[in-house]
């Protein structure tokens, strides 16, 4: 059995005992977040929209306003997999659309700390020279 591991892993583990939060900064994977956000939203609307034609609550959520959103939705069984479809989409989207810009703050964030730490320490050598 091969277990996939991500690429900063080993860096990781070489560089615990020096710094015990190299973890909290490390990328969130975009493909896996995205995956995982997708198969919960699709299966959330594939769940409410089954949840609506087998028991059809009165005055419940106006469910058809999806179809504004998703083409080809309806409240129906076929309506239940194309919103499994779509929810699925949208929600790989904006988790790997989350992934990245939490990646991309914590970078720019990570490059701001070494920089203004390095030009300190460039400072007070070029003090004692």
């Known amino acids: 059995m091969t277990v996939l591991r991500h690429p900063t892993q080993d860096a990781v583990a070489s560089a615990e005992p020096r710094a015990p939060l190299t973890r909290a900064f490390l990328p969130v994977h975009k493909l896996a977040l995205g995956l ?68 991309l703050a914590t970078a720019v964030t990570v490059f701001k700390l070494k920089t203004k730490a390095d030009l300190a320490h460039t400072r007070d050598f070029l003090d004692h020279i």
């Open 36 to 103: 995982a956000v997708g198969v919960v939203f699709g299966a959330m609307v594939f769940a409410l929209t089954v949840f609506h034609v087998v028991l059809r609550p009165h005055g419940g959520l106006p469910l058809i306003l999806l179809a504004q959103y998703f083409y080809g939705y309806e409240v129906s069984w076929t309506g239940a997999l194309i919103g499994l479809f779509w929810g699925f989409v949208s929600g790989f989207v904006a988790g790997w659309f989350t992934a990245f810009v939490r990646n």
